[in-house]
């Protein structure tokens, strides 16, 4: 996201197709003499090796609360900000984590041959495979106008869903 009404800034030096928001707690209580930060250690060496392998192309780790709250934002005012950029059509479904990484160019080519020029707009918890695999009107649209093509982009989507 770049600068704007909510004053989100993107948080790294350049702009990518996806962004991943991980956050590493623990309840466990530290032991004596143990180093105290043991997550933040390990969050940068796993980081750095996702890097190494070429499964993280740039990262940036919140060094305090505000800039935590900052990266949080950025994915709960989300929805705030597309309702601003027109009318859109929802799908909130499940796919196996293995299969979402076929699943999402196939989902998107699926809403852009029903309707070219939609603006699809994915965002979820990859983890456990729910994704909000929703579908924003071209820019200008009115809602009547858009959803027209409702019924194609949702079953373009539902069709690979249940496939």
């Given at each position: 996201m770049r600068a704007g009404?909510?004053?989100?800034?993107?948080?790294?030096?350049?702009?990518?197709?996806?962004?991943?928001l991980?956050?590493?707690?623990?309840?466990?209580p530290r032991r004596p003499g143990a180093n105290q930060t043991?997550?933040?250690?390990?969050?940068?060496?796993?980081?750095?090796?996702?890097?190494?392998?070429?499964?993280?192309l740039d990262a940036v780790i919140a060094q305090t609360e505000a800039q935590s709250k900052a990266l949080w934002m950025l994915r709960e005012n989300h929805t705030e900000a597309s309702k601003r950029e027109g009318p859109s059509i929802k799908h909130d479904i499940s796919v196996a984590v293995s299969k979402i990484p076929g699943f999402v160019p196939e989902g998107v080519a699926a809403?852009?041959?029903?309707l070219p020029?939609?603006?699809?707009?994915?965002?979820?918890h990859v983890g456990d495979g729910n994704l909000h695999f929703n579908c924003q009107a071209p820019a200008g649209w009115s809602k009547p106008?858009?959803?027209k093509h409702g019924e194609a982009i949702s079953g373009g989507v539902y069709d690979l869903v249940t496939s």
């Open positions: 009404p909510y004053r989100a800034a993107d948080p790294l030096a350049e702009r990518h197709d996806w962004y991943v991980l956050e590493w707690s623990s309840t466990r043991g997550l933040a250690e390990k969050m940068e060496a796993y980081l750095g090796e996702a890097m190494e392998k070429g499964l993280v809403m852009t041959k029903a020029g939609c603006r699809p707009l994915i965002f979820g106008e858009f959803m």
